[in-house]
């Protein structure tokens, strides 16, 4: 089946560095990708929608320029923590939507564990 | 806008029994819904999906899952737990044609066993 793979899986980083996490759709192409952000034992919430050759749409409240999204392929698309903070800790997910036939069928990737010291 | 709610935070369940996961939506048209299990550290792996057609939909590992539009339910069961579904579920809804998903706050499942 469809595949969405995110690296790293973890990363530590100092505070005020920056860092970047992949997320490839390995089995087909995505014009749209999805990332979320979860706390521990929280739910997703979203964050942004990167779209291939467009900017990212963002969700109320997440800062654009503190967390860069950019979506240059069909198979990728990166998210860029910016300026890291301790707060900025969590899981962060990413998703694709693989298209077709009988509608939305969303794969998430694996997520990717962020840890700012 | 939709929501989803997911009445149980935990459910601890023995071994071989069977399971029930609620899950209801607020949804103003047809949604689409779906079932994510997580387990610790790791990513969402879909159990399954409900587009439209047969209300009783069958997903991976031996779950389904029932659309009951008129309760707003897409209830998750499974006739006998394994050690192994031990983890957090999310139910979700997304809207047609659309990509976003809302999720649900999950249910963390303990099996006993």
């Known amino acids: 089946g469809a595949v969405v793979s995110q690296h790293p899986s973890r990363v530590i980083c100092k505070s005020g560095t920056s860092v970047k996490i992949e997320c490839r759709s390995l089995d087909f192409q995505a014009t749209t990708m999805f990332w979320y952000r979860q706390f521990p034992k929280q739910s997703l919430m979203l964050m942004a929608t990167s779209n291939e050759g467009s900017k990212a749409t963002y969700e109320q409240g997440v800062e654009k320029d503190k967390f860069l999204i950019n979506h240059a392929s069909l198979t990728l698309s990166t998210l860029t923590v910016t300026s890291a903070h301790p707060e900025d800790s969590s899981f962060y997910i990413c998703?694709?939507?693989?298209?077709?036939?009988?509608?939305?069928?969303?794969?998430f990737g694996e997520g990717s564990w962020l840890t700012v010291v | 806008a939709q929501s989803v709610t997911q009445p149980d935070i935990h459910i601890t369940v023995s071994e071989g029994a069977s399971l029930e996961l609620r899950c209801n939506y607020s949804?103003?048209?047809?949604?689409?819904l779906f079932w994510y299990v997580q387990s610790p550290g790791q990513g969402l792996q879909l159990l399954l999906k409900y587009f439209s057609g047969d209300t009783l939909v069958q997903g991976i590992k031996g779950f389904e899952a029932e659309f009951k539009r008129s309760q707003s339910s897409f209830n998750l069961r499974k006739p006998s737990v394994h050690w192994s579904d031990a983890a957090e579920y999310f139910c979700?809804?997304?809207?047609?044609?659309?990509?976003?998903?809302?999720f649900g706050t999950g249910t963390q499942l303990k099996v006993e066993l």
């Open positions: 979700a809804v997304g809207r047609r044609g659309g990509n976003k998903l809302t």
């Open positions: 998703s694709a939507r693989e298209p077709g036939q009988s509608g939305n069928t969303i794969y």
């Open positions: 949804y103003g048209a047809t949604p689409y």
